[in-house]
């Protein structure tokens, strides 16, 4: 699992309010992922990292911002969440090119 | 751009009948190719990866796949499933423009019948 804790689990919450997710490795890997799975659409990427405070923007970046303070934290946060958000996350990391993403085991949000 | 197609929903096979996943790709250039494999509320698990050389590429718990670029195919196959085998295979493609990330495909999931 390359040490990749992703918190919380689950979380349930209410459309209109903010919402943090966590991802943490303890491999020190250079490259960070925020996807997002949806049924009928596989993975998704939402944000990526590519060093500590390097961030950009993947194909489903809309409604969702990223920090990455230090190496071994990747957080992604819903400023307004929408039921639209409603799916699981997964965190994926990684420590060079063409070498595998990593995943966490996951993150299933429901916005009611 | 890049991307990757993945025909079947779903696959059914037999245990200890070989099992074929189809994957199709689209890219300009050279395509670095993934499969990985979910089990249920799992993150996705790295099975094998094709960047260049050999046709034929062997993973994890038997698995291999077959580069065909005439045909734009990266074929997940196994000689021999086993019941442990069911779950939920993608198939990926390196963003080529730099940022290291991947494009999935939409996933097909593999059912060994006992």
């Known amino acids: 699992d390359a040490g990749i804790t992703q918190s919380p689990r689950h979380k349930v919450t209410e459309t209109g309010t903010p919402v943090t997710l966590r991802c943490h490795q303890t491999e020190n890997h250079r490259y960070m992922y925020w996807y997002r799975q949806d049924p009928g659409h596989g993975l998704r990427l939402i944000h990526y990292s590519y060093g500590v405070k390097d961030t950009d923007k993947g194909e489903v970046s809309d409604g969702y911002s990223v920090s990455r303070s230090k190496t071994e934290d990747f957080l992604l946060t819903l400023e307004s969440a929408t039921s639209s958000q409603t799916s699981v996350y997964f965190c994926?990391?990684?420590?060079?090119?063409?070498?595998?993403?990593?995943f966490g085991n996951g993150t299933r949000l429901t916005v009611t | 751009a890049q991307s990757v197609a993945q025909p079947e929903d779903q696959v059914n096979v037999a245990e200890g009948n070989p099992l074929t996943v189809k994957c199709t790709y689209s890219?300009?250039?050279?395509?670095?190719l993934f499969w990985y494999v979910q089990y249920p509320n799992r993150g996705l698990q790295f099975l094998l990866k094709?960047?260049?050389?050999?046709?034929l590429v062997k993973g994890s718990y038997g698995f291999e796949a077959e580069f065909n670029k005439s045909q734009t195919s990266f074929h997940l196959k196994k000689p021999s499933a086993l019941v442990s085998d069911s779950a939920l295979y993608f198939c990926a493609v390196r963003d080529q423009t730099g940022a290291n990330n991947l494009f999935f495909g939409t996933g097909t999931r593999l059912t060994v019948i006992p």
């Open positions: 994926a990391v990684t420590a060079s090119y063409n070498s595998p993403l990593h």
């Open positions: 094709y960047i260049t050389g050999d046709n």
């Open positions: 890219v300009s250039g050279n395509p670095y």
